[in-house]
């Protein structure tokens, strides 16, 4: 067990529809991940947030949004949904920097039909 | 950015055998990360390892940064130990991962 929690494990919706998917980190990690796996694309960064706030954005579409709580759990949402954005959605926290060791939950799995 | 290459890309082994997995990156790092996702998709940190060696059991894992590539071997393999190994490394705000390293273990 991570220490990361994420919530639901499985999730399936249709086209056009919006979701939030929930992670709590680690106790006293500050910083928190997210990531999409998809079999053609694999593991990809989306974005990160460290104590309430924006630090870095990878590939992460307009139609999905992110924040971080001040108690340090966070939300990602993806709304107009579409069927490529069907994946595993990881949430991984570490103490502070992406170059600390990053601790993964056991994901979300999206089926959009 | 930063890029990340395993090898090879499957591995089928019998119970018992022993293995070792390759990542090569383009540039120089200061951390490396090897984990294991298992069938149930969960991702497993198996190692932080920015240089050296370490082992933990039957596995173990060693950088050498000057020549950029990292090498994870496992032991007496067991079924349990099938899955897709990944190795990632950090590069512009973010942690870049290699496609994999497929492996099953075959009773």
């Known amino acids: 067990d991570s220490g990361v929690t994420q919530t639901p494990k499985h999730l399936i919706t249709a086209t056009g529809q919006r979701v939030t998917l929930r992670c709590s980190p680690r106790s006293g990690d500050l910083s928190v991940y997210w990531y999409q796996q998809s079999l053609d694309q694999g593991l990809q960064f989306l974005i990160q947030?460290?104590?309430?706030?924006?630090?870095a954005k990878g590939n992460i579409l307009e139609r999905f949004s992110a924040q971080q709580f001040p108690d340090l759990h966070s939300e990602l949402n993806l709304s107009s949904l579409e069927l490529g954005d069907s994946a595993l959605y990881f949430c991984?926290?570490?103490?502070?920097?992406?170059?600390?060791?990053?601790?993964f939950g056991p994901g979300t799995r999206l089926t959009v039909l | 950015g930063i890029q990340v290459e395993q090898s090879p890309p499957d591995l089928i082994l019998q119970e018992g055998a022993n293995s070792t997995l390759r990542c090569n990156f383009s540039d120089s790092v200061n951390n490396l990360q090897w984990f294991h996702q298992n069938p149930w998709g969960q991702l497993i940190n198996l190692f932080y390892?920015?240089?050296g060696t370490k082992q933990n059991g039957r596995l173990s894992a060693t950088t050498v940064a000057t020549e950029r590539y990292s090498l994870l071997y496992i032991s007496s393999s067991q079924t349990t130990d099938s899955g897709v190994y990944f190795c990632?490394?950090?590069?512009?705000?973010?942690?870049?991962f290699g496609q994999g390293t497929r492996l099953t273990i075959n009773p």
């Open positions: 991984a926290s570490s103490a502070s920097s992406f170059t600390d060791t990053q601790y």
């Open positions: 947030y460290y104590n309430g706030e924006e630090r």
């Open positions: 990632a490394a950090p590069s512009a705000q973010k942690l870049v």
């Open positions: 390892i920015p240089s």
